[in-house]
């Protein structure tokens, strides 16, 4: 362990950031749009999964208030079609393929990106894999574990450590973390996807304490289910209330401006109390709601 010397702390970035927020709050409330173009203008914005969905829809919308937009994700051919999309209407963007599982394709990103655009203002990690499966039915599939871990935690704050530097130096930039309001309620049959957002956002409350004085801030988003492609695959969901992509988008243009450490809904928010009030109660719910859907596969 490295020694650690004693020193004053410095509380005035504190006191300077709780009433810049303010601010920002009042801005969003009564003009969002106005809000937006003020946070983003000229600033440059990196957003992972922006080949659709969330990622894409943001992308547009960024764009628009004048963030200069990076596009990340595996695909070029439809990252292409979004920054010209972007481009015909006026805005700036650009895109890059990376694997974020792959942690040497996220070092060449980085330092691509930062050569080119001498630094990123706002990191939305948004890209991510979700598995529904059963914890008895994983056994024989502890790869499922690997691979969410892989893009979800160790890719998400590769990018975040590699660009938090440039970040300081400057004394300014945001870290939006993508996550579930599953953390919260904890559903059944998402143990590796709920495992590996737990981790993200173990890594991002220790981050956001310890690097907030600096300039740099950090947004948890404990998002409840939202109609992606990314949710297609399971039948069920079909039947299932679901966020549209546009509010979910709404969302992170909310965070952006206010910057909140976290930003869940409120069934999440009753879901963790519950938990911490009554616990043996909530396991029984969500048990007996997993006990009534018959796995028929592994």
Not at 27 to 45: D, E, I, K, M, Y
């Amino acid at each position: 362990m490295n020694d650690i010397e004693w020193q004053r702390p410095d509380l005035r970035p504190h006191i300077k950031r709780i009433s810049a927020a303010a601010g920002w709050r009042w801005r969003q409330r009564f003009s969002p749009r106005g809000a937006l173009r003020r946070r983003v203008a000229g600033q440059v914005v990196l957003i992972t999964g922006a080949s659709s969905g969330i990622g894409a829809g943001l992308s547009h919308r960024l764009a628009r208030a004048g963030a200069t937009v990076l596009l990340v994700a595996r695909s070029l051919d439809k990252l292409q079609d979004t920054v010209d999309d972007i481009r015909a209407d006026g805005g700036r963007a650009h895109a890059y393929r990376c694997d974020l599982a792959d942690l040497d394709s996220c070092d060449r990103l980085c330092e691509q990106v930062l050569a080119e655009h001498g630094g990123v203002d706002i990191l939305v990690n948004n890209a991510g894999r979700s598995i529904r499966r059963s914890v008895m039915h994983s056994l024989d599939r502890f790869h499922d574990y690997q691979r969410t871990m892989q893009l979800n935690y160790f890719g998400a704050i590769r990018l975040a450590m590699n660009l938090i530097p440039a970040m300081q130096a400057r004394g300014q930039g945001h870290v939006i973390n993508v996550s579930t309001m599953g953390v919260q309620s904890a559903p059944a049959r998402f143990s590796a996807y709920l495992g590996s957002k737990s981790a993200l956002e173990g890594w991002t409350l220790a981050a956001q304490n310890e690097l907030v004085h600096t300039g740099v801030e950090f947004t948890l988003m404990n998002y409840p289910l939202v109609r992606t492609p990314m949710i297609a695959p399971t039948a069920i969901y079909r039947y299932v209330p679901a966020m549209s992509e546009e509010r979910a988008v709404d969302w992170l243009c909310e965070a952006i401006v206010t910057r909140p450490k976290r930003k869940v809904p409120a069934f999440g928010l009753a879901s963790q109390v519950m938990y911490q009030v009554l616990p043996k109660t909530s396991e029984l719910i969500v048990n007996t709601s997993f006990q009534l859907l018959r796995d028929k596969r592994r």
